[in-house]
């Protein structure tokens, strides 16, 4: 039984999942290829067991000998391994199928699934094909590498995979569910798939036929495939859900909106609960859950009028809806008398001037209105750098907040994009409605806004963060909102990780140290750009996710980031001293999409404002926390801490002059200095007390 390690590994890896005991995988000679054991003295126990078997002793004497069971297993009728499982327990029998579908997959399976760099980049394919709505360069690169195409028709598959809370769930499910895709009869090199959450995997299927009936009833057939291949291994109940067929990319990511509506509603959709929903049988649902708010208020004024306020009326609604409009099945689902029923039904038709049971158009108004009233409302919020920033964790808590305040009504999932720190994209992407929410550095905005230069960028622009925070979510947003939302982004907050500083393999303490430096710097940096020039340091664009590398191979000597980020990117490992001086603030935008932000009611508004406001709270004195656990944790690897004396500072200072100097006539920065001035007179007045 040959293996290689990776798949081996991954093997291993899912037994121990389920086997509290040892389990010993033989070739057919009877050696050891790989256990589950991790005492060094197992391997000697198991000899007398392995020569008895290769002795050719029958398997029911050893396992009454030794107490163990034992398998053999075939591969195209011959044996080809054994699987030795250290207990005698009947019930440890049961892991025997769970082992050899493993195997059997493991064979079967496509080899390059297995490289190291492949995973990783199909699934960032998979997620920007999903959430991005249009072509960039990251698609284009990523779509040449795997060697993929853009000429076949592919759907949205997108798999659910509940946790199914028993010892037999997979730690590491995204690699099953890698293993099962491509195993399946109907894999196609075509297919483009990969995670999109912990319990969900998208598969852009490529599909053929002469209707999109007949080729969303392939991708349907596909699904029902997996689906088997996975209840067959682990006691869960999977689900998938299809999207139409489409082409581009642009268009593939209308698909999985779709699939995403049905997996997000199919309480709704479905009485059954069945294992396949597809978009051609409910698309009028789906049409009806694009609507603005605005249009919704509009044509089902009168519902709000006479139920809006009703909870019980509102359960009857959707029971009515879901059922058909029949009214038995109806007051079933409700467990309430038929003539309970029939007496709240007979108020909707005075109610409404209405009767859905005989107008089509009245059927299809109450079947709308029921759904959005009962509509579970998924947003999508970006990041494109390493996760578990603090930008990462700051939308995580957002979603968190939002979930629990809105009971569950709207919810918020972090996607990870990409890690190459490009934040034009997103920006533009929230712009034009395609994604929900970003927190993205502040380069793309003023970039967009031609008549308004990057003064965030500025060194020595904040005293400290408390500052900062006041006055970028005060008089900072309130400048910069007008513009922002003609663009089509709605600026609801300001983030940050923390204050920038120098990295470097030589010590760094005064302007002159940065001469003939290269230093790596974010794109869309203006200012920030001449600032370093300005002191003689070549400065480097280059992304985010190619900077470690960077570093360790010399194209760039020197970089910038908060403590978490230094930390988290592991530059340490090739930069040895980190300059400490309060210079750059780091500023992220909290951007929402419009078209998004306008499809929420005022209602459901302000409880989006209100989570934004605790996480902005929470999210305040995190980054110092981490920021600082952060920077202990470089000390102990090996950085050393370089603080400038006030001296050294004045002379970073005094290289910034001339910028202030260009743009002292500006508007905006004569306001934020006015107002710095009024906190110094406050500070000053209480010192004084």
Not at 318 to 345: D, M, W
């Amino acid at each position: 039984m040959h293996l290689s390690s990776s798949k081996l590994q991954f093997l291993i890896s899912n037994i121990q999942n389920i086997s509290v005991v040892p389990v010993y995988i033989l070739d057919s000679s009877w050696n050891v290829v790989g256990t589950t054991e991790t005492r060094e003295t197992g391997l000697r126990e198991i000899t007398g067991i392995t020569e008895a078997c290769s002795r050719g002793e029958i398997f029911d004497k050893i396992e009454r000998e030794f107490s163990v069971k034992i398998r053999p297993y075939a591969l195209n009728g011959e044996t080809i391994g054994y699987i030795l499982i250290l207990a005698s327990d009947a019930k440890i029998a049961q892991i025997f199928p769970f082992i050899f579908t493993l195997l059997d997959l493991l064979f079967a399976g496509n080899p390059e699934i297995y490289s190291e760099w492949t995973p990783d980049m199909r699934t960032q394919l998979t997620n920007q094909i999903a959430f991005y709505g249009k072509t960039n360069w990251e698609i284009v690169l990523f779509t040449k590498i795997l060697q993929y195409s853009f000429d076949v028709p592919r759907c949205a598959v997108l798999f659910y995979f509940p946790d199914p809370g028993s010892s037999y769930a997979p730690s590491n499910l995204q690699s099953v569910l890698t293993l099962l895709i491509s195993s399946s009869p109907s894999f196609s090199r075509k297919d483009i798939f990969g995670p999109v959450k912990q319990d969900k995997f998208l598969v852009f299927k490529s599909i053929n036929g002469a209707t999109m009936r007949e080729k969303i009833a392939k991708a349907e057939k596909y699904a029902q495939e997996i689906i088997k291949l996975f209840n067959a291994t682990y006691p869960t109940t999977a689900s998938a859900y299809i999207g139409s067929p489409y082409v581009l990319p642009e268009h593939l990511h209308e698909s999985f909106l779709e699939a995403q509506f049905l997996c997000g509603n199919v309480r709704f959709l479905s009485e059954q609960n069945p294992a396949c929903l597809t978009i051609n049988k409910h698309i009028f649902a789906y049409f009806s859950s694009l609507l603005s708010y605005q249009y919704k208020e509009l044509i089902f004024k009168d519902y709000d009028l006479a139920f809006g306020s009703s909870e019980t009326m509102c359960r009857t609604l959707e029971a009515i809806s879901t059922s058909n409009n029949n009214l038995v099945r109806a007051a079933g689902k409700l467990g309430i008398h038929r003539n309970t029923l029939l007496q709240r039904f007979e108020k909707i038709r005075e109610a409404l001037s209405a009767d859905p049971l005989y107008s089509d158009i009245d059927r299809l108004s109450l079947y709308s209105y029921s759904l959005i009233k009962s509509q579970t409302i998924t947003w999508h919020a970006f990041i494109n750098i390493q996760p578990w920033n603090i930008q990462h964790r700051g939308l995580q808590k957002f979603a968190e907040i939002l979930w629990q305040k809105s009971r569950g009504y709207m919810q918020m999932d972090i996607d990870l994009i990409s890690r190459a720190g490009d934040y034009r994209q997103l920006f533009e992407s929230v712009c034009e409605g395609k994604i929900d929410c970003v927190s993205v550095n502040t380069g793309p905005l003023f970039n967009a806004l031609k008549d308004q230069p990057p003064i965030l960028e500025f060194p020595f622009l904040f005293d400290s963060a408390q500052e900062a925070d006041e006055l970028l979510n005060g008089l900072i947003k309130n400048e910069m909102f007008p513009a922002l939302y003609a663009m089509g982004a709605v600026l609801m907050n300001f983030w940050s990780m923390g204050w920038r500083y120098i990295t470097s393999n030589e010590p760094v303490r005064v302007p002159d140290d940065m001469r003939d430096k290269r230093i790596r710097l974010m794109f869309l940096t203006k200012i920030i750009n001449e600032y370093y020039s300005s002191i003689g340091a070549t400065v480097v664009k280059e992304h985010y996710s190619d900077l470690p590398e960077s570093l360790l191979v010399g194209i760039v000597n020197c970089q910038e980031n908060p403590y978490s980020n230094i930390l988290g990117m592991e530059f340490y490992k090739s930069q040895k001293y980190i300059t400490e001086f309060n210079a750059f603030y780091d500023v992220n935008a909290v951007l929402f999409s419009k078209a998004a932000w306008e499809r929420l009611s005022p209602e459901l508004q302000g409880i989006v404002l209100d989570a934004l406001r605790e996480t902005s709270e929470w999210l305040l004195s995190e980054a110092d926390r981490t920021n600082l656990e952060a920077k202990e944790e470089l000390i102990k690897k090996g950085m050393q801490i370089i603080y400038p004396k006030p001296g050294e500072i004045a002379l970073w200072k005094d290289a910034a002059r001339g910028m202030y100097d260009s743009l002292r006539n500006h508007t905006l920065l004569k306001e934020i200095f006015r107002e710095k001035e009024k906190r110094h007179d406050k500070q000053r007045t209480k010192s004084l007390d």
